[in-house]
């Protein structure tokens, strides 16, 4: 049953990113994200109905929960979507697999976390990886080229998905409900961008075709409601540091599909880059204790020969 939740899991962002190509086009990026959050919004929501979880938040409650969906459900994947116009569907899980590092750096900063050897040493490595994949553009840097401005715009979806987290992780704290939280913020998240599309005069339009009408379906019902019951599932089974190893798997996913899909063409920047940037997420998400366990095993055949 783990190994099955792991891999719906997985699965499901790790498609989600080519999900994310085939929704560009026809429809403004700011309607489709509308679009998917109004549909995993409503589900959602029936869901807390169906099983008595019942949305009494008190007035401020409900300003930390809008402030989850503004950034968790809302620019986040605004911004994704805009970046994802601009590069291959691998290298924008990759740039999203930074939001682990993010999340460290945000934890010690804002929850004050501990800050531990293991995870500077995985974020350099993490960062390193993203220079040697992209260092193209950084070596001459130029928002007006597609590959610059399409990984600054993933990369500030990044860290607005971090700060949803980070409000996620207060709400928690204040005893809020993780369900209901997501159920709701993803209904301001979908309010948010409603009125973004407004304001800027977007047409409600829909592309009627199977790409991405089934790209829709699949972003909101699996990438967003089934996945999150998943990885809830896996969280409460085998505890949330385990549980994150998904978010290591999924770009393997990505790159995987990116490659049959789109073409993606490997070089040896390429794959040192996203070596370097799944090492260093390993490094994060990995306790101590079972790194040392691990550098004991692999020491243990060398001190049995000599």
């Not at 260093?280 to 366990?293: H, K, S």
Request: hydrophobic share 55%; proline share 4%.
């Amino acid at each position: 049953m783990i190994l099955l939740l792991y891999a719906v899991t997985v699965f499901a962002w790790g498609f989600s990113w080519y999900g994310v190509q085939l929704q560009l086009g026809v429809v403004a990026p700011e309607v489709s994200v509308f679009y998917r959050f109004a549909l995993s919004a409503a589900v959602m929501y029936a869901f807390c109905r169906a099983t008595g979880r019942a949305i009494d938040f008190r007035p401020r409650d409900h300003a930390w929960v809008a402030a989850q969906g503004l950034f968790l459900f809302g620019s986040n994947f605004y911004l994704v979507y805009l970046g994802a116009q601009y590069l291959p569907s691998g290298l924008v899980s990759i740039l999203f697999s930074m939001i682990i590092v993010m999340n460290v750096a945000g934890g010690a900063l804002l929850l004050r976390n501990p800050l531990e050897p293991r995870m500077v040493i995985g974020a350099v490595f993490g960062i390193g990886g993203i220079a040697v994949v992209f260092w193209p553009e950084l070596a001459d840097f130029d928002l007006s080229r597609d590959g610059a401005k399409g990984m600054v715009l993933v990369l500030c979806g990044t860290a607005s998905a971090a700060t949803g987290m980070l409000v996620s992780a207060l709400n928690q704290r204040r005893g809020l409900g993780v369900v209901r939280t997501n159920a709701m913020g993803m209904v301001y998240g979908a309010a948010f961008m409603l009125l973004y599309c407004l304001a800027r005069g977007a047409e409600f339009r829909m592309a009627w075709t199977v790409p991405y009408i089934g790209s829709l379906l699949f972003l909101s019902l699996i990438s967003t409601v089934v996945a999150f019951a998943t990885y809830l599932t896996l969280v409460g089974r085998i505890g949330p540091e385990r549980a994150s190893y998904s978010s290591v798997l999924f770009p393997l996913v990505a790159l995987a599909v990116s490659t049959v899909m789109e073409g993606f063409q490997w070089t040896t920047a390429a794959l040192v880059g996203v070596g370097c940037v799944l090492i260093g997420n390993l490094f994060v998400l990995t306790p101590p204790a079972l790194l040392a366990r691990i550098a004991r095993k692999a020491a243990r055949p060398a001190t049995t020969e000599s």
